[in-house]
């Protein structure tokens, strides 16, 4: 009969394992870099990314000369415009002095070419908005780390739990087939009258049990195998076939090293940084209403009476614009500025001890975490061992049914508890690579 036993776990295990030959393996490096490249937040916080780059192209094409090339044809007698048209033409005549001709022009047609340049040579506006798209674009490009970050630890997370649920429903299948071997060396010491129905009705019920779990189990990997396509960007029906590999090892001795470590490296500080550095600009922005702009200008221009046919002009100039009064708007602008500029400070303040806490937080957890994997192991151990006992004291007619199913019970929840011990490890060291900004 245990021979029997051991033949139905050996199909039971090679029956579950031999689909997955079939299936595309895929370690959780691959899954992460499956999730930086297609999934549409990684996607999103790449064009914000580039969208920053642009606004900082913009900001810069202050600095730049601007040009403007426009090109016109007017034709009427309205007598200003007729007299200046002439002038700039440089067809105008003693006659048309004509108190008549002045009054009462004959129409006249005005082709006109013009190119206008302006170049800003002080803009304490441009410089602030420049540095301000500076900011911009180290902030999107934290944020995307930090999207990155954000992935590699839900497809960690995901990863693990369709180990869990692959492992509970091999455990659930594995636990029904036992139960049949149990349930027909039940039926044989009845039939030999050694036992009575109720040790063969006790494991029905229990087979019955078993097979729900296995539904179950079943249906929890099936979803938790969704959710791990859908952040990877995969179709959701899609099966890889996954593999529990070791943690990485991280020494948590050190927590003083780690905080130092954290604060250094993690873009949700590194934002907080930034958007104390971009407040900062706003108030130079701010500022820079209460300083002149000086520019140079310079134009020329091509008029004539036919398109052919056109005299040149050109003046050039500068200009200086100050602020002397905006009905106080300025004003309150930079208070605004130097209050926000207090509020980010304080904001990085508390993302920095945030950064400290959570790394207390996800060391406690992984210690934690490695205590029960040490413990599943020993437990797993304890649960088989005592099984077999249990099965040949009750095939020697020392022990009741009972026992046996209670001992078939217990090793089917030491393994399943064993599995989300190690894959808890694994997520845990995972979270922890995040709070320190590693990955």
Request: glycine letters at 6%.
């Amino acid at each position: 009969m245990i021979r029997r036993a051991s033949t139905y776990l050996l199909v039971a295990t090679f029956g579950l394992a031999a689909p997955a030959v079939a299936q595309t393996p895929l370690t959780v490096t691959e899954a992460i870099a499956r999730a930086r490249a297609h999934n549409p937040d990684a996607g999103a916080s790449a064009a914000a990314e580039r969208e920053a780059v642009e606004r900082l192209t913009q900001a810069r094409a202050g600095y730049l000369p601007k040009v403007d090339v426009a090109e016109s044809w007017q034709r009427g007698n309205q007598p200003v415009f007729v007299f200046s048209s002439l002038l700039a033409q440089r067809q105008f005549t003693a006659a048309d002095f004509a108190l008549n001709a002045l009054n009462h022009p004959d129409a006249v047609d005005n082709f006109r070419s013009a190119v206008v340049i302006e170049q800003s040579l002080f803009d304490g506006a441009t410089r602030a908005s420049v540095a301000a798209a500076g900011i911009g674009r180290d902030l999107a490009a934290t944020a995307r780390t930090m999207v990155d970050h954000d992935l590699a630890a839900n497809v960690t997370s995901a990863y693990g739990r369709v180990m869990v649920a692959t492992a509970a429903s091999q455990s659930a299948a594995a636990a029904a087939e036992t139960a049949r071997a149990d349930r027909a060396l039940a039926g044989n010491r009845r039939d030999a009258g050694l036992v009575t129905d109720a040790d063969v009705l006790q494991i029905d019920v229990y087979l019955s049990q078993t097979r729900e779990q296995q539904i179950r189990a079943a249906a929890d990997e099936r979803i938790a195998r969704a959710q791990l396509n859908q952040l990877m960007g995969e179709p959701l029906g899609e099966v890889f076939a996954l593999e529990l590999y070791p943690a990485t090892a991280i020494d948590a001795a050190n927590l003083a090293s780690l905080e130092e470590e954290a604060v250094k490296n993690r873009p949700d500080v590194k934002l907080a940084a930034l958007q104390e550095q971009l407040a900062g600009a706003a108030q130079t922005a701010a500022r820079a209403a209460f300083l002149p702009q000086v520019a140079a200008q310079g134009g020329w221009e091509f008029n004539g009476g036919a398109w052919n046919s056109r005299s040149s002009s050109w003046v050039v100039g500068a200009v200086a614009r100050i602020n002397v009064f905006h009905g106080f708007a300025d004003k309150a602008r930079l208070a605004e500025a130097r209050e926000q500029a207090a509020r980010r400070a304080l904001e990085r303040v508390k993302a920095d001890t945030a950064a400290r806490l959570d790394v207390h937080m996800a060391v406690a957890r992984l210690d934690a975490a490695r205590a029960s994997e040490a413990v599943g192991r020993a437990g797993v151990d304890q649960a088989r061992e005592s099984r077999r006992i249990i099965r040949d004291r009750y095939e020697a007619g020392l022990t009741d049914v009972a026992s046996l199913l209670r001992a078939a019970e217990a090793v089917a929840q030491a393994e399943t508890q064993q599995t989300a011990a190690q894959v808890a490890v694994i997520t845990e060291t995972a979270a922890l690579e995040r709070t320190l900004g590693r990955r």
